[in-house]
């Protein structure tokens, strides 16, 4: 098994494994398998597919972007969840992040990619993010993404905090273009405090494609996603990349020349959501142009963040009910947050 091949998270083609992704994950076992819309049908679907993906050389972890609102990938399941943002302004951020965190446990996904912690800063995230963001104070961001990670926590699933070091100030979505924030100590400031109050709790942060006055998206930049998040503000948990095959890093070379900067950058677990018939190129790029050292860091990064999910999963007071209820439970809260 190829240590570097750890070092991904890959995102799968439909409501069950192939035969063609079955090959590269025997070949190229990956630390993560994200699932999207596309992968979830029914619940018993799921189930199929979540023990197909846990039983797959290396026991992968499953993560899903469970945010809720614009970003709920159990829609047609379930139902809507609220937003964050709903979920925040009625103060039952930790309720949202109980039930999110059901919903995961139910179905064997161990991390949930949220909650959101940029700023909803008017003309920029405001309007790009909209409902994924809890508002725009940093001290009101901070508090929603500690009661979420609380709830998401009780029922024994993981979260992580993005996007790091912050989209509040972005004007551009990243999934098509790259945002270049202007350097204001002021305001970044303002955008790392939900993360620096929030990270030891979370574990892991996700690293964002934003860049900086230098045209480098933090996701490639050692300057952020290491000198940044490890040495000013301490962090010691894993850093995700966000998605590498995201419109903001088209400049930056094939997805193989990605991949390496940005384990050379700092991101410990890179992730690939589409293409991963390009995987096996991109674990030979790690293999081959990041230093033996940086990948030991990273996987023992990630090993320290999957003994944390453990300890999560040891203590969860998940309850065990029929899924009616469980949506039933949804419907009502999102009921009574819309009714504040």
Not at 103 to 108: I, K, L, S, T, Y
Not at 248 to 255: Q, T, V, Y
Not at 271 to 292: D, Q
């Amino acid at each position: 098994m190829s240590a570097a091949s750890r070092l991904f998270g890959a995102g799968i083609g439909g409501t069950e494994l192939s035969r063609f992704e079955r090959e590269i994950f025997e070949e190229h076992p990956p630390c993560a398998v994200i699932l999207f819309h596309r992968n979830i049908g029914t619940a018993d679907q799921l189930q199929r597919l979540a023990s197909e993906v846990r039983r797959l050389a290396g026991s992968p972890w499953l993560c899903v972007d469970q945010e809720g609102g614009p970003v709920d990938r159990f829609r047609d399941l379930l139902g809507p969840s609220i937003s964050l943002r709903a979920a925040a302004g009625g103060g039952s951020a930790r309720r949202a992040g109980e039930l999110a965190g059901e919903v995961c446990a139910r179905f064997g996904i161990a991390v949930d990619l949220a909650p959101v912690v940029d700023r909803a800063v008017p003309g920029a995230a405001a309007e790009v993010l909209g409902e994924r963001v809890a508002g725009e104070d940093p001290e009101t961001v901070a508090a929603a993404a500690a009661d979420f990670l609380e709830g998401l926590h009780s029922r024994g699933v993981g979260g992580c905090l993005k996007h790091f070091p912050g989209l509040g100030r972005a004007s551009l979505d990243t999934h098509f273009a790259l945002p270049v924030l202007a350097e204001d100590a002021g305001e970044a400031a303002r955008d790392l405090h939900p993360f620096a109050r929030t990270m030891e709790k979370a574990g892991a942060v996700m690293i964002s494609h934003a860049a900086g006055e230098d045209g480098v998206p933090a996701s490639l930049s050692r300057a952020r996603a290491t000198d940044l998040l490890r040495g000013r503000l301490g962090f010691a948990g894993a850093a995700f990349s966000d998605d590498l095959e995201m419109g903001a890093l088209a400049a930056f070379g094939g997805l193989p020349e990605r991949c390496a900067e940005a384990a050379r950058a700092g991101c410990d677990l890179l992730f690939i959501c589409k293409e991963i018939e390009g995987l096996p190129e991109c674990v030979r790029a790690v293999e081959g142009e990041v230093p033996a050292e940086r990948v030991a860091e990273a996987s023992a990064r990630l090993d320290q963040y999957a003994d944390h999910l453990a300890r999560l999963a040891r203590s969860a007071v998940a309850p065990k009910r029929p899924l009616a209820e469980l949506i039933a439970d949804m419907r009502h809260f999102a009921a009574s947050v819309a009714g504040i």
